[in-house]
């Protein structure tokens, strides 16, 4: 049976895995090292490995891994990270370019063509529309998986034919768009989002200073331009504020969407600093 190998090791890619396995498929996760010594990343293998939602999925971090049992190779290969995870991982030894073709699934802060210059070969720029964490053997989900591939030409050498072939028979839902300026108006939203959270909820919530109306109104009037080209990103601050605040307040042993907002504040701070460390790039 053809494999579709999955690249990443976060919540994302552990989604992935699980949901094309529980369809019948045939899933290998490789997980790069990224800067780990072999010790640790045994460890990281053994700690996946462990997880319920992973088991009988093939786990790899070495490029002589790569290959399946029976020989076949893989019909589809998922990137799950940062863009600036792929260019680590292209540079590097683990990535194996015969497979074709690869779906980058990422958050990405600026136009579609400025990321098209810094990819090589049959690689699609995907926006995985879901809200998803991992933590300490729990899998938290808001949604379902849906992803957002561009209508533009992404690849000279890209065969659309197989890769639509490909996602109709992997079942995953999909959906093509124009994405030129989609995936910055995404990172926009998302961006004040955390900002909002992190200088306006959380402060409140403590009794700390928080930022001041004329602060807020400036970052939303601003993230409003960067989203005005896509109307289904376009609601109220009000509306934004309700959703952020019960997710705040929620019970984490009885909401996801709680428990997902208290794992990203304690403990995956740094993803929340991505967003916001870039957020000022943003025009």
């Known amino acids: 049976m053809n494999t579709v190998e999955v690249v990443g090791g976060g919540a994302v890619a552990q989604l992935l895995c699980r949901d094309l396995q529980a369809a019948g498929g045939s899933v290998r996760l490789h997980v790069p090292q990224r800067g780990r010594n072999a010790q640790q990343q ?3 293998l053994g700690d996946l490995a462990a997880l319920p939602w992973l ?18 190779p893989e019909i589809l290969r998922v990137f799950a990270g ?5 260019f680590d991982y292209q540079n590097s030894s683990d990535h194996q370019s015969a497979c074709s073709p690869v779906l980058l699934l990422t958050s990405w802060w600026d136009s579609l063509s400025a990321l098209q210059q810094q990819l090589r070969g049959p690689v699609v720029p995907v926006y995985p529309r ?19 591939i561009p209508s ?7 065969d659309q034919t197989r890769l639509r072939e490909c996602l109709h028979q992997l079942g995953l839902d999909w959906e093509q768009r124009p994405m030129q300026g989609r995936f910055k108006a995404l990172f926009a939203r998302t961006s004040f989002a955390y900002w909002y959270l992190v200088t306006c ?6 009794g700390e200073p928080c930022a001041d109306k004329e602060a807020i109104a400036a970052q939303w009037q601003r993230t409003e331009l ?3 080209g896509e109307a289904d990103l376009q609601v109220p601050l009000e509306m934004l504020e309700m959703v952020l605040s019960m997710m705040l307040n929620g019970d ?16 995956k701070r740094a993803k929340i600093d991505y967003f916001l460390e870039r957020q000022g790039r943003l025009r």
Do not use: F
């Open 152 to 158: 533009e030409p992404v690849a000279a050498d890209l």
């Open 82 to 86: 940062t863009p600036e995870q792929w």
């Open 252 to 267: 984490p042993e009885c909401s996801d969407a709680a428990w997902i907002l208290k794992v990203l504040v304690e403990h």
């Open 55 to 72: 088991q009988g999925v093939a786990l790899s971090w070495k490029p002589d891994q790569a290959a399946t049992g029976d020989g076949e």
């Open 226 to 228: 960067l989203v005005s």
């Open 130 to 148: 879901i809200t998803v964490e991992s933590w300490q053997g729990r899998l938290a989900v808001l949604g379902h998986l849906k992803l957002e």
């Open 201 to 206: 909820l959380l402060p409140r919530r403590r």
């Open 42 to 44: 045994r460890q990281r």
